[in-house]
């Protein structure tokens, strides 16, 4: 394979170009192509690539990486770092593409809004932070889970992440701009150097508080979307920029030693992609490597040569379009999920696929022309030999204003087009089951009538109704440990199951409940029947049941199916129905095939019952596996 083509450029290292304000250093741009060709197909499917979104870690290692060193060679160049020239470029390379998708996500919203779709739910809050660079502690004040939705994931959510880089763009500089000036001359090198120390002891600080946060269960978001918790990526980069001057003597001497660094670490990278280690490893220790991998990656790439991978034609294209892939794809993932839950072959590769064309048009049409007319006397142009100079002609620096006021009036439109964030139907019956819980937990609820089921034999069929059979269901022996499914349905569950204990949490998985059962034990509150409805936010191993069975000793155990888009729900099934087989004294309440028939009392994330018809249905169907097999 012939040799990269490589760039010069005043008080620049070789490999290394900058143009427009921009830095480009080979084989980065191929590592950005990668990243988010992991982030889109985990998006799409997480089944495909377990470990996908963190390639938004390694975004965060080479903005950190190529923002450094731009700064650091701007200061060596000419004396001084332009604060307000740099937040100018800032602005102009990212806010138009972003401008258009929160556009375009306000008005799909507006369009889809009366077929119930629920796509622009909470839109106008998430457009705000996003507007103001907060989305990331919007999400932690909404109480957002990455990697668990009730309903329909919110259409800005992704945009945390650029948040993150936002607020690093914001103090980063300025920690530069008052240190570089410190010292001169050769004194200049030294100091740069020993900058490297603090960046990277702020990454083991930012890495740590990972750890500790990520440790606790109701931590794990507050971890992931912390800028304090999620920017050791982001500051081990400028450690690895700042010490650019070193490696490169390194690399004269030792030239041998690029080739084997930066394979070794896309091998890193590449296993923790594929492999989607679980939360306990990711934040003990899996966050560290992939930052360590990322970094090595970087500096490798600049002091010696970047992988051929990296340098291929078809991912430096992609690369250069990674930012609007970016922000394209997960509305476009968003909306096909929710028009089209089925989420065929078809559908699938518009998830895939469509990002791209989107994402070129926007740069092309927008952020570029954009550029061109607000680069002022003393920047370098920002045109490229396919794009037209009349227009920059036409819109002189006088006309500036006017790319000015369109990005207001777009901005105003977003937050003018986005629906309120008042919470969902959905999510305002989950809050009223969550309080009746908490009415009858404090001893104020009423006493629950006894209902009538259906025969034994119709227990997984269809259209159950509590006035279909005969006999009198007493839950007075029975607790349900579940997620928001369960919640959801709390108050029929108490009406036709009279008498029941019942503990449903939003996000709730299988691997909590043995902790959960042994609590209850010791309390003597775990009662003779348990009921396990798990299994909407994770998957799970026979192991796990073994574990649940184990804990609860000689008590009844009754597992229940799962009905979702979520790409697990089919593993779900089947591990619940092999257990179920092999071990016939646990109970199986097949929720998937009772509402099969009965979509239509699903709510829009085809996951939910909806309140009424839907929960009774939920109800019945447990309480009918419960009268087919008495205890």
């Known amino acids: 394979m012939p040799a990269p083509q490589r760039f010069a450029s005043a008080g620049l290292l070789p490999g290394v170009s900058?143009?427009?304000g921009e830095l480009r250093l080979a084989g980065l741009d191929g590592l950005r192509a990668l990243a988010v060709a992991a982030v889109v197909t985990y998006h799409v499917d997480p089944?495909?690539?377990?470990?996908?979104?963190?390639?938004?870690?390694v975004f965060f290692g080479i903005s950190g990486f190529l923002i450094t060193h731009l700064l650091v060679t701007e200061h060596r160049g000419q004396g001084r770092i332009a604060l307000a020239g740099f937040w100018r470029r800032r602005a102009v390379r990212l806010l138009p593409e972003l401008l258009l998708v929160l556009v375009a996500c306000a008005v799909t919203s507006r369009l889809t809004a009366p077929g119930g779709s629920g796509l622009g739910d909470g839109l106008r809050g998430d457009a705000l932070a996003s507007l103001m660079f907060v989305n990331n502690w919007w999400q932690i004040h909404r109480g957002a889970d990455y990697f668990h939705h009730l309903g329909i994931p919110p259409l800005l959510q992704h945009l945390w992440s650029l948040s993150v880089e936002e607020q690093f763009y914001l103090l980063w500089p300025l920690v530069l701009a008052v240190l570089l000036p410190l010292a001169c001359g050769r004194r200049r090198a030294r100091l740069v150097a020993c900058l490297a120390g603090p960046a990277a002891c702020g990454a083991v600080a930012s890495l740590w508080r990972m750890h500790t946060l990520g440790g606790q269960p109701s931590g794990v978001s507050r971890a992931y979307f912390g800028t304090d918790s999620h920017s050791g990526a982001l500051l081990a980069g400028c450690a690895a920029a700042l010490l650019l001057p070193a490696l490169a003597r390194l690399a004269r001497h030792r030239p041998g030693l690029g080739r084997p660094l930066t394979w070794f670490a896309l091998a890193v990278l590449a296993a923790f992609a594929a492999i989607g280690p679980d939360d306990r490893v990711?934040?003990?220790?899996?966050?560290?490597?992939v930052t360590a991998a990322t970094t090595a990656l970087c500096a490798?790439?600049?002091?010696?040569?970047?992988?051929?991978?990296?340098?291929?034609?078809?991912?430096?294209l992609v690369g250069r379009h990674s930012y609007g892939l970016y922000l394209w794809h997960w509305p476009v993932i968003v909306i096909a999920t929710a028009l089209s839950p089925a989420q065929g072959a078809v559908v699938r590769v518009v998830e895939l696929l469509a990002p791209l064309p989107l994402a070129v048009v926007g740069q092309r049409l927008v952020q570029r022309p954009l550029a061109a007319v607000m680069a002022r006397r003393g920047d370098r142009p920002a045109r490229t030999p396919s794009l037209p100079t009349q227009p920059v002609r036409l819109l002189s620096t006088r006309n500036a204003v006017l790319p000015v006021a369109a990005t207001a009036l777009a901005a105003l439109s977003t937050v003018a087009l986005s629906p309120s964030t008042a919470p969902n139907a959905m999510q305002r019956q989950l809050q009223a089951a969550a309080r009746h819980e908490a009415t009858l937990t404090a001893g104020a609820g009423h006493p629950h009538t006894p209902v009538t089921l259906p025969s034994a034999g119709t227990a997984t069929g269809s259209g159950l109704s509590p006035q279909s059979a005969a006999g009198a269901v007493d839950g007075s022996g029975v607790t349900i440990i579940g997620d928001s499914v369960t919640l959801g349905s709390a108050p029929d569950l108490h009406r036709i199951l009279p008498g029941i204990s019942l503990y449903a949490e939003v996000g709730r998985i299988m691997e909590s409940a043995p902790d959960l059962c042994r609590q209850l034990i010791a309390e003597h509150r775990l009662r003779g029947t348990v009921v396990l409805a798990l299994g909407t936010n994770a998957n799970f191993a026979p192991e796990e049941l073994d574990h649940v069975r184990a804990t609860i000793g000689a008590r009844r155990l009754v597992l229940t199916t799962v009905r979702g888009p979520f790409p697990?729900?089919?593993?779900?099934?089947?591990?619940?129905?092999?257990y179920h087989r092999n071990h016939p004294e646990v109970l199986?309440?097949?929720?998937?095939?009772?509402?099969?028939?009965?979509?239509?009392?699903?709510?829009?994330?085809?996951t939910h019952p909806r309140g009424g018809a839907g929960t009774t249905l939920f109800a019945t169907s447990l309480a009918a596996t419960l009268t087919a097999s008495p205890s």
């Open 18 to 20: 900058s143009r427009a």
């Open 47 to 57: 089944g495909w690539l377990p470990g996908g979104y963190l390639g938004v870690d």
């Open 282 to 289: 990711m934040y003990g220790w899996g966050f560290a490597a």
């Open 300 to 316: 490798g790439c600049a002091a010696w040569e970047p992988p051929g991978l990296l340098e291929a034609a078809p991912l430096r």
């Open 568 to 578: 697990w729900q089919d593993d779900v099934n089947s591990v619940v129905r092999a």
């Open 588 to 606: 199986l309440d097949d929720w998937y095939t009772t509402v099969e028939p009965h979509q239509d009392l699903l709510w829009i994330d085809h």
